[in-house]
């Protein structure tokens, strides 16, 4: 009997070697931004905290906008990874909001929003507000991942595509998460902050509670 084997190709140690210090310098330029801000991650100090060389890093990112450029792709794929949640969960009933659903939901909001990955992107957006080129790189990855956190939104709490003060209650939702991400820039704002979502949760709950042909909106 022959037997069946991968289509995928097996990497070399030196391929694979390649690939982990390319994922340090990402992970390094992420928790440079996020850490010490826009002007501290050039290609030299990201090298430094990712213990590679500077002709190591610039063989994988010669240029720091390269880096960024790279390092952006990265944040918005985390935190999109992030808001969509394990995609290997049991599904839950479509269109059916739960109190419990909705805590879920709004916790995992507020946990993307004040992780290192936003924190490091929102360090690229206060820059971009001066640089069109950075914006325009910007734009469309901040697009993507606020669809997709915004479905995902959605039906984690199990509200009908259709239902549009549903869909206007998960996108103030996602503004309050942001709000709350920004806050916690500045100092740990995590007593206030757990008090805000307990506040916004119920509010949601007993929004949610109504049939969804009460709600102005909804058909």
Do not use: C, N
């Not at 009997?1 to 992420?30: D, F, G, K, M, Y």
């Not at 734009?139 to 239902?163: C, I, N, S």
Request: glycine content about 6%.
């Amino acid at each position: 009997l022959a037997v069946p084997t991968s289509s995928a190709t097996p990497r070399s140690p030196q391929q694979e070697r390649s690939r982990l210090t390319r994922e340090r310098l990402l992970r390094s330029t992420v928790d440079a931004l996020a850490a010490d801000g826009w002007a501290a991650a050039t290609v030299a100090a990201v090298a430094e905290r990712a213990g590679v060389s500077r002709g190591a890093a610039q063989h994988h990112f010669p240029t720091r906008e390269a880096l960024i450029t790279a390092a952006l792709e990265q944040v918005f794929e985390d935190m999109t990874r992030a808001a969509v949640g394990d995609p290997h969960a049991s599904p839950e009933a479509a269109d059916e909001v739960t109190p419990d659903r909705v805590i879920r939901a709004v916790q995992r909001a507020v946990d993307v929003y004040t992780g290192t990955e936003f924190k490091a992107a929102l360090q690229v957006w206060a820059a971009a507000a001066s640089d069109p080129a950075l914006r325009r790189l910007i734009l469309p990855l901040e697009a993507k991942f606020a669809r997709a956190a915004h479905q995902r939104t959605m039906a984690a709490m199990g509200v009908a595509p259709d239902d549009e003060t549903g869909y206007r209650l998960v996108q103030a939702t996602l503004d309050m998460a942001r709000g709350l991400g920004l806050a916690d820039t500045l100092s740990d704002d995590s007593a206030r902050r757990a008090l805000v979502v307990d506040t916004w949760s119920a509010q949601l709950v007993a929004a949610f509670g109504s049939a969804p042909a009460d709600r102005p909106g909804a058909d």
